[in-house]
């Protein structure tokens, strides 16, 4: 793996920009087409950082460089291009394996059902219903 600053002088390259830049623009294309999934808030999430791309791609390669560098074993069109894959829900700030702080909102996003909800809820130890983040999250006591 290279070292820090290898990577950050592998984001700054320019023609590592110009190469990130049309397989982000590429991403964005693909994205843009996906259907709809059952994790709706996921989705309008992927689907809004797509538009940005597309609206702004040079600024939004400059951004993903710096990601990209980070996590590539070698400079390759392909490595770039999975990278991006690998990346892209957290640059649209979605995990799509976390539930929302919420359970009103998980439900209404579609990431867990509220059978499942509960579930959880039944299954956590005392010591942890007694914390005020479980408290606040599931506005329970325990």
């Known amino acids: 793996m290279a070292t820090f600053l290898e990577q950050a002088e592998l984001a700054r390259n320019d023609a ?4 990130v830049q049309q397989a982000v623009i590429q991403a964005a294309i693909n ?3 996906e259907g709809a999934s059952d994790k709706s808030l996921v989705d309008s999430q ?3 950082l797509a538009r940005q791309v597309l609206q702004d791609p040079n600024n939004w390669a400059q951004k993903f460089c710096f990601g990209i560098a980070a ?3 070698e400079d390759t ?5 999975s990278a991006i894959g690998g990346i892209w829900n ?3 700030g979605v ?3 976390l539930v929302a702080k919420n359970p009103d909102q998980t ?3 579609g990431i867990v059902s509220a059978e499942e909800i509960a579930a959880a809820q039944a299954e956590a130890p005392a010591e942890v219903k007694a914390l005020p983040w479980y408290t606040k999250w599931f506005g329970i006591g325990g």
């Open 71 to 73: 996590i590539i074993a």
């Open 77 to 81: 069109d392909a490595a770039v291009t």
């Open 90 to 92: 957290a640059y649209a």
């Open 95 to 97: 995990n799509p394996n």
């Open 107 to 109: 439900l209404a996003a």
């Open 31 to 33: 994205i843009s087409g």
């Open 46 to 48: 992927r689907l809004s």
């Open 16 to 19: 590592f920009r110009v190469r």
